[in-house]
């Protein structure tokens, strides 16, 4: 993510980042989190990320947040996700709808 370090939080003994661009938005790594259920964080987050109710969160966060979300591609997205061959990573996501959250 980029962003500056604003500070850290503990969660059943893990160390989380918390990040800010703009000093009054903050975001918790996502990374930092994944690696509570795995030493392979990033596996975790593109297993997290296949699932229907994930994708259909991250398209209600941007629709109320960004002005400049892509709906047509979310709703490729969407349709797809659950399925077997479907596979998502982050900057599949952020390039895809142009997201503005970083995971």
């Given at each position: 993510?980029?962003?500056?370090?604003?500070?850290?939080?503990?969660?059943?003994?893990?160390?989380?980042?918390?990040?800010?661009?703009?000093?009054?938005?903050?975001?918790?790594?996502?990374?930092d989190?994944?690696?509570?259920?795995?030493?392979?964080?990033?596996?975790?987050?593109?297993?997290?990320?296949?699932s229907?109710?994930?994708?259909?969160?991250?398209?209600?966060w941007?629709?109320?947040?960004?002005?400049?979300?892509?709906?047509?591609?979310?709703?490729?997205?969407?349709n797809?996700?659950?399925?077997?061959?479907?596979?998502?990573?982050?900057?599949?996501?952020i390039?895809?709808?142009?997201?503005?959250?970083?995971?």
């Amino acid at each position: 993510m980029s962003g500056s370090g604003k500070g850290i939080v503990e969660g059943k003994g893990v160390s989380i980042g918390i990040y800010t661009t703009d000093f009054e938005n903050e975001f918790l790594s996502l990374t930092d989190i994944a690696r509570y259920k795995s030493d392979m964080p990033h596996d975790v987050i593109k297993n997290w990320l296949r699932s229907r109710d994930t994708i259909e969160f991250l398209g209600l966060w941007e629709s109320l947040h960004n002005p400049d979300f892509k709906q047509v591609e979310f709703d490729l997205f969407r349709n797809a996700a659950g399925a077997n061959v479907f596979t998502m990573s982050p900057t599949k996501w952020i390039e895809g709808v142009n997201a503005i959250i970083c995971l």
